[in-house]
C-alpha cells in the first residue's frame, strides 16, 4: 500500500511539473509571443524603393506559426479603401538581419478605378511568408510594417 501511495504522489509530482515546461523558451511553440502594436516609423524620403506598390493603411494584426523546417509569418491589413489586391509581405533591404529584427513592408497593389470604401472587414487582406531555419538564425524580433502602424512579435 505504501508503495502504491509513493508511486501516485512521485506521478503526481513530475505531471505537476509538466507545467512549467508549457511556459519555457525550451518548448518551440513559445519561440514567438503574440504582437504588440507600435506607431509606424517610416519617415517619408525621396528613397526609391524596388517595389512601386504602397504601404497597407493599417496592420491590423500579425502572427508567427512554427512549422518543421522554420515559421510562418502572416499579416492581416486594412487599406483605406475596397479593391486592392496582390498584397504581399516584402522584406525591407534598408534593414538588413544583422540586429536581429527582421522588418517586413505590408505592400498590396492599388485599384485601378475609383472604388467604394466599405466595411473594414470587406477591405482586409492577408499575406504570409515562409521563413527556413536558417533565416530565423540569430532573430529576435520581426516587424511587419504599415502606413500608419506596425506590428512586433518578439521572442
Sequence with gaps: MRARFMLILSTAL???GCATVRESRLNPF???GGATEEQSTIVAVGRQTADPRPLVDLVVEMGVERTPGGAIVQATGRPARQGF???DLVRDPATPGESGVLV????LAPP?????????????LTAGTFLTDQDLDGVRAIVVRGAQ???R???
Design 112 to 124: 485601378g478605378r475609383a472604388t467604394r470604401v466599405g466595411t473594414e472587414p470587406s477591405r482586409e
Design 104 to 107: 517586413y513592408d505590408f505592400r
Design 30 to 32: 513559445n519561440w514567438f
Design 14 to 16: 513530475i505531471l505537476g
Design 85 to 87: 489586391w496582390n498584397a
Design 149 to 151: 502602424n506596425q506590428q
Design 153 to 155: 512579435v518578439s521572442r
